[in-house]
């Protein structure tokens, strides 16, 4: 899973800034894995990959606003 979110991470901010996000979704995530033809992107993996790219999102957020 680890090298999935990393393979994923990349695209994230790009689809954040051009849907006004603040947190990706399935949706958006399901557009990664499509549109780069990454494997491994099972429905009871992506609830985990969320919540890892959610809490790494938003640990760079309050990074970024606290500076």
Not at 17 to 45: F, H, M, P, S
Request: hydrophobic share 35%.
């Amino acid at each position: 899973m680890d090298q999935f979110v990393q393979q994923v991470r990349p695209h994230v901010r790009a689809l954040l800034a051009r849907d006004g996000n603040e947190a990706i979704t399935r949706v958006q995530l399901r557009e990664i894995i499509r549109r780069e033809g990454l494997t491994g992107g099972r429905n009871e993996r992506l609830g985990l990959v969320l919540q890892r790219l959610r809490s790494e999102e938003s640990i760079t957020t309050v990074r970024s606003t606290t500076r």
